[in-house]
């Protein structure tokens, strides 16, 4: 069993639409969490990090954290074409732990 | 300016050669990492160095040798190469090994192995 979960997708939206993007993890060691997104071809950029359990925003990205079932999830807002990437969440004790990576597309 | 940078960007090769990549960082970072990334977008960490030393060695066969021979620079040399070895290297940046540094990938190299 992979110590983080994470449905590869892929998922396919409208412009404007809610993306939703979900981890569970195993390993209760986990304190810091973290999104990571991937255009096609380039390296993985950091996108959003949290530590506590609860959400924070920035922009039209909400990340959220739910220690006690050991699950995270990013909300992506009025979704835009450029938007479309391989997100991976990213969970970090003394080394970081990948999701799977779900690519979304956002159709024009 | 390219924070990290990696050569080759693309390596193709026979089983069974030896080849190298390499990697610098010019953000002035003290950690650098190689991950590897699969045909199915799976990334993991392979190696970090902290200032030139060896921190995270994850199970990885020993024909993957690491080299640090300064702060920016961290190249990967792998003896043998094998099918299964096909995947994108990327090498990593963080400032140093505190969980909260950010790490910063470089654009990787898409090695296939025939």
């Known amino acids: 069993q992979k110590e983080v979960e994470q449905d590869p997708g892929p998922l396919s939206v409208p412009e404007g639409a809610i993306v939703s993007l979900n981890c569970t993890y195993s390993?209760?060691?986990?304190?810091?969490f973290m999104w990571y997104r991937q255009y096609s071809r380039k390296g993985p950029e950091l996108l959003m990090y949290t530590y506590s359990s609860g959400n924070k925003e920035d922009g039209r990205f909400t990340a959220q954290v739910d220690k006690s079932s050991k699950y995270i999830s990013l909300f992506i807002r009025d979704s835009q074409p450029s938007d479309s990437a391989t997100y991976l969440c990213a969970l970090n004790d003394y080394k970081l732990s990948f999701g799977a990576g779900t690519t979304v597309t956002v159709r024009a | 300016d390219t924070a990290v940078s990696q050569t080759p960007k693309y390596l193709v090769t026979q089983m069974g050669n030896d080849k190298s990549i390499k990697c610098e960082q010019n953000l002035g970072h003290d950690t650098m990492y190689w991950y590897k990334q699969d045909s199915k977008k799976f990334l993991k960490i392979m190696f970090s160095y902290n200032n030139k030393e060896l921190i995270i060695n994850e199970t990885v066969p020993n024909r993957f040798s690491p080299k640090s021979p300064d702060k920016a620079h961290l190249n990967l040399h792998i003896n043998s190469l094998e099918l299964g070895d096909s995947a994108v290297y990327f090498c990593?940046?963080?400032?140093?090994?505190?969980?909260?540094?950010?790490?910063?990938f470089g654009p990787g190299t898409r090695l296939t192995v025939l």
């Open positions: 390993n209760s060691a986990f304190q810091y």
């Open positions: 990593a940046s963080s400032p140093g090994l505190d969980p909260t540094d950010t790490q910063y």
